[in-house]
């Protein structure tokens, strides 16, 4: 197996000093790379990600703020928001040796090309390999060593074998997988169907609706899934109904506080205001779009974004989503 030891980790939020933590404990060599010379500063300085402050950064962890850092680095792990993820993978050009492993880390679909992430990589960066890495897991939890476990595919099994090696411990155990498709729809679309979930939550319609949303929202993300070429199983593996389960119920999903947050009274924009990425409201549309394109059948997430878009209040999208006829649930 190929031993992959030099681990750089782009971009330095939440997510970044999470996994950069996950590569430094399962003992590889780590440079954190963030956005710029300032921004590596504040993180030395603090020594810890300026987006989650409170958990300190492995100390034998490098800071860099710039891309000439990743020169040497025998996997790359992406970790930026998804609609950077073309502009900042297309810098790696320069420094990245053929063939050297990319993983998306974002959860999201890019707007205008409608390319999910391991083509955007692919396209950037077309002698790298691109895989991807989603799962249940929130960047505190994983920062702070908490038992957590996601899915980590590329096309190539042996590249994927070596990834879950290079990152796993007992803390953190990365299943490895072949269907980039399948890991990367979930991901995307579990975040749209969260908010939803979320708006539910904080209308306060009871527990037992937002049990029905998130289950008719993984009948939403399964057909999806299947018109885009995602094998089942993936779907309803840990980056999909694993990481759907998670975000649909936890108040420290950023998807799910922004649904809350509308559904509690705060307009679109207002609720936006909070700072925080919450990917799902940039995947919405897209996600819409694409299910249009191929006949899926998505009354949730087009709720979402219509509601997203100011185009439905949330009474009008609750209304229209419990007068649907009544069908054969499959
Ligand atoms: N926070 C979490 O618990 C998890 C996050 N993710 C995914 O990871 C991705 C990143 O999320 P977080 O790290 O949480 O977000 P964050 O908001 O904490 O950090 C984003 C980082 O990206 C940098 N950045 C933003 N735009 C950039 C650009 N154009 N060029 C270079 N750098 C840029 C920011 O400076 C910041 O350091 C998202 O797609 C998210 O869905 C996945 C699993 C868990
Ligand atoms: O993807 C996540 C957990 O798996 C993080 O969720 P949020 O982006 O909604 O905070």
Known sequence: ????????????????????????????????????????????????????PDVALDGAIAVAGGIDAVAGADAVLLVVPAQAHGAVAATLAPVLAPGTPVVACAKGIERGTRR???DVIAAALPGATPAILSGPSFAADVARGLPTAVTLAAADDAVAVALAHALGTPTFRPYHATDLRGVEIGGAAKNVLAIAVGIVRGRRLGASAAA??????????????RAYGARPETLTGLSGLGDLIL?????????????????DGLSPGE???????????????????????????????????AVLDGRLGVDQAIAALTTRPFRAEH
């Open 1 to 52: 197996m190929t031993i992959l030891q030099r681990i750089a980790v782009i971009g330095a939020g939440a997510w970044g000093a999470a996994l950069a933590n996950v590569a430094a404990r399962a003992g590889r060599d780590v440079v954190l790379v963030a956005r710029d010379a300032d921004a590596a500063d504040a993180v030395r300085r603090a020594g810890a990600s300026p987006h989650l």
């Open 116 to 118: 999910f992430m391991t």
């Open 212 to 225: 029905a949303l998130t289950t008719r929202g993984f009948a939403e993300l399964m057909r999806f899934g």
């Open 247 to 263: 975000t649909c119920s936890s108040r420290q999903s950023r998807n799910f506080s922004l649904g809350i947050a509308i559904g």
């Open 271 to 305: 609720a936006r205001q909070s700072g925080l990425l919450a990917e799902g409201a940039f995947t919405a549309p897209v996600l819409v779009e694409m299910a249009a394109e191929r006949n899926v059948d998505m009354p949730i997430a087009a709720a979402v974004a």
